[in-house]
């Protein structure tokens, strides 16, 4: 059972450069979401998207735009990444709303922004 | 706005021992209280969802309480093994409005003693 795949692993960036880091589901979920992780700040939220086409700001949406493919991928993009941005980013996904189902967790990306 | 608090932030525990891991949340109109564990380099896992009309939910050595009119929950773990030995993180739903944000505390990061 692969479940929520991230890639890549890890990345290195030089300031203002971009890239997008891809997630893709195979449990038929519909609601998948991206967050960043840091250490003091505990995991934030930066978008979701309740069902395929559609995608809502989370916590800290600034400097990333997203994408729903299809049902099973959401994608992550940094158009212009900033040293803020080095963080470990997880992609999840719930059957439903995540306020009332259990999350599946990716295994994450390690992002460094020189 | 819902904040979710877990101390402490580190716990060793001796092989073998029962211990309890606290986790208390500001505003008690929850729908339900989740537990997870993070592994290092890994992504959450869900451990057990505990909805707002129950009191515990078990599964195997963890069992998880939840008391909405003090804003706490606990989670129990009995015979604990070096495997047990993880981040443990419990998150609320964000009920302040309609978007689908659940609020994680920092985690308790335990350390199981051989």
Sequence with gaps: NAGVTQTPKFQ???????????????MNHN????YRQDPGMGLRLIYYSASEGTTDKGEVPNGYNVSRLNKREFSLR???????????YFCASSEG?????????????????? | KQEVTQIPAALSVPEGENLVLNC?????AIYNLQWFRQDPGKGLTSLLLIQSSQRE???????????KSSGRSTLYIAASQPG???????AVPELMNRDDKIIFGKGTRLHILP
């Design chain 2, 84 to 90: 047990d030995s993880a981040t443990y993180l419990c």
């Design chain 1, 31 to 34: 609601s998948m979401y991206w």
């Design chain 2, 57 to 67: 939910q078990t599964s195997g050595r963890l069992n998880a309480s939840l008391d």
């Design chain 1, 97 to 114: 709303p995540q306020r009332i189902q259990p999350q599946h967790f990716g295994d994450g990306t390690r992002l460094s922004i020189l």
């Design chain 1, 12 to 26: 290195v960036l030089k300031t203002g450069q971009s890239m997008t880091l891809q997630c893709a589901q195979d």
């Design chain 2, 24 to 28: 208390s949340f500001t505003d008690s």
């Design chain 1, 78 to 88: 940094l158009e212009s990444a900033a040293p803020s941005q080095t963080s470990v």
